[in-house]
């Protein structure tokens, strides 16, 4: 009995409490960020060879009443959790569509692409298909404007669902970019079944590159696999003049990354190259 009481004692680990405690307050104060409009999207430039702006990518920001600026590593994965990540994920859609509508009027700002994270809870959702494309038509957004960046987790399962919402999206003019690429552990076999149009080469390869062989090796493989199989490819991460000729010279043709610009508030994005 003695020993029974010093596990349960154990288990209400006071350090433990106080971290649950934590996630509790950030979870409830996280139901409240979208009623009291505390989330924003920020925006970072995609630059083509020639250093124009040829697209964005929105990345969502809560600005918490008191913490702050809390930054998506943060809440993401708490969103996905619980499944606030299904209605959050909707207010992304809508909002990065109420700017394509915006942009589509001034021929300066017509071709832009808008680039949204769609995590794979959000995606596995029962109404997500339907949604985006009410989101796209009440908002007058170009829907040939609109990219869903993936990951490869959401190949993991449902493998032919996916695979169906993608093409029912991309009938209408959607297209999808395959997020963190090479970061994943699925085979690369789905890459020929399913309707991509970009692959995104992971920051943390750009970021070894000038100094390691096997992040040279894996990002020039990237590159040439895109090439053959008629993808777009974009390098993220790009924050020097170094990365960006290595990858030029390899065959890259767009870029995301600091040396172009970080994620900024609309206001503060500067779209000429
Ligand atoms: P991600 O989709 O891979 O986005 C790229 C992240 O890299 C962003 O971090 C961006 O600020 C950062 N980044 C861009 N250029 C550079 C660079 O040159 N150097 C370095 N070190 N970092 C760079 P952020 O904004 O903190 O977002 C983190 C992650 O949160 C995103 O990674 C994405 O997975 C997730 N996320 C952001 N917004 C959303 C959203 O609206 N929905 C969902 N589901 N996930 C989101
Ligand atoms: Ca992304
Ligand atoms: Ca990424
Ligand atoms: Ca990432």
Redesign the pocket.
Known sequence: AKSAGRNALSFFDPEMQVRLQARARLEADLRLALPRDELRL?F?PQVDEGGAVCGV????RWQHPERGMV???AF?PLAEENRL?VP??HW?IEAACRQLAAWAGDPRTALLTVS????PR?FRDPGFVERVLAAVEASGAPPGRLKL?VTESLFLEERDEARDKMLRLRERGITFAL??FGTGYSSLSYLKRLPLDQLKID?SFV?DLLEDEASMAIVASIIALSHSLKLEVVA????SEAQRAWLVAHGCRAF????FG??VPLEALALDA
Do not use: F, K, M, W
């Open positions: 920020h970072q990518e929105a990345l969502l930054s998506p590593a993401i990540i959050i994920g992304v949204v994270n769609v995590s959000q960046e997020d963190d920051q970021r993220e991460g790009v924050e995301q990354g600091y040396l970080r994620p």
